[in-house]
Nanobody, 130 residues
Framework: QVRLVESGGGSVQVGESLTLSCRYS??????????MGWVRQPPGKAQEAVAT????????SYSDSVKGRFTISQDIAKNTLYLQMNTLAHGDTAMYSC?????????????????????WGLGTEVTVSS
């Protein structure tokens, strides 16, 4: 069973930064899930995919709500996906989950990750307070 394990969440104040990590088994993931990303769910609200990355081209994509503040990246040698979050705001408070989908190339977008999500982790909680 493919496992995605998130870490790095916590409680921070407005304006601070946090980096989330997602470790996965490359032997399990293989080439079957070329699109990975981060999905968040604020308390009482719907899920939102905030960032995706095409594992082959490393091309990132971001939702408007985080563009310019968040950076998604991967370390292939460490089998790890990251989400660098800067200038955090109250609205970023959520459970953040790593996700993967069988979506290829230019179709690796936030909307498609959410629509075609195949794998996701248990999540790591981020709380932003004043």
């Amino acid at each position: 069973q493919v496992r995605l394990v998130e870490s790095g969440g916590g409680s921070v104040q407005v304006g601070e930064s946090l980096t989330l990590s997602c470790r996965y088994s490359l032997s399990d993931l293989g080439n079957d899930y070329p699109c990975m990303g981060w999905v968040r769910q604020p308390p009482g609200k719907a899920q939102e995919a905030v960032a995706t990355i095409d594992r082959s081209t490393t091309k990132p994509s971001y939702s408007d709500s985080v563009k310019g503040r968040f950076t998604i990246s991967q370390d292939i040698a460490k089998n790890t996906l990251y989400l660098q979050m800067n200038t955090l705001a109250h609205g970023d408070t959520a459970m953040y989950s790593c996700a993967a989908a069988r979506v290829v190339g230019r179709f690796c977008t936030e909307a498609n990750l959410l629509r075609y999500i195949d794998l996701w982790g248990l999540g790591t909680e981020v709380t932003v307070s004043s």
